[in-house]
């Protein structure tokens, strides 16, 4: 049995969800969201909660269970509270600025690198070091951060890069002076 499957989803307060066939809709306060579910699935719903079943004792069925249940409560906690990933950046004279939906990094190449945001992703910038993204879509998101931090990612000798706000980075020990 799957621990993660069998947690209901609670649905909050202006939150609503439609189930038609195999493709969920879940609207709130923050926007809407999709998603197409799978046949081997199927999903139990009152005003309250969201409960995800297996149809079969197939191992697929058993394997999208979880992942089901998680990727539902996903959309639900982003329609009704958001998402957000922090991003810093280190290193001597990099710097980033977001205006509208591209976000221009000068990360020491020869020029700035610009970043065009997906719909449905923001940025802020604050103190020209921290990047902080946010939508309603957590696989949206997570992948945009993945591919900001690719452009430049931190390396181990003095921690230059572009790196998760909670991720450590650890270090080397650099080279020793000849004997």
């Known amino acids: 049995m799957s621990r993660v499957g069998k947690q209901p989803i609670p649905i909050p307060a202006k939150t609503q969800v439609d189930f038609d066939g195999q493709v969920l809709k879940v609207k709130g306060e923050k926007g809407v969201l999709s998603r197409p579910i ?3 699935v199927r999903l139990e719903m009152d005003k309250e909660e969201i409960r995800v079943k297996p149809v079969s004792d197939h191992k697929s069925a058993w394997a999208l269970w979880g992942l089901t249940r998680t990727l ?3 959309m639900v906690t982003g329609v009704s509270q958001g998402f957000s990933r922090v991003l ?3 290193g001597i004279g990099y710097r980033a600025e977001a205006a509208g939906d591209t976000l221009t990094l000068v990360l020491g190449f020869s020029k700035p690198v610009v970043f065009k ?3 449905g992703v923001s940025a802020e910038v604050d103190k020209k070091n921290n990047i902080t993204l946010s939508g309603i879509d957590k696989e ?3 992948r945009t951060a993945a591919a900001i931090r690719a452009l430049r990612p931190p390396e181990p000798y003095k921690g230059k890069g572009i790196k998760y706000a909670e991720e450590r980075i650890i270090r080397k020990a650099g080279k020793t002076g000849a004997k």
Request: glycine share 6%; net charge negative; aromatic share 0%.
């Open 38 to 40: 799978s046949p081997e």
């Open 72 to 74: 539902v409560a996903n």
């Open 88 to 90: 810093e950046i280190n």
């Open 117 to 119: 945001l997906p719909a």
């Open 140 to 142: 949206l998101l997570g």
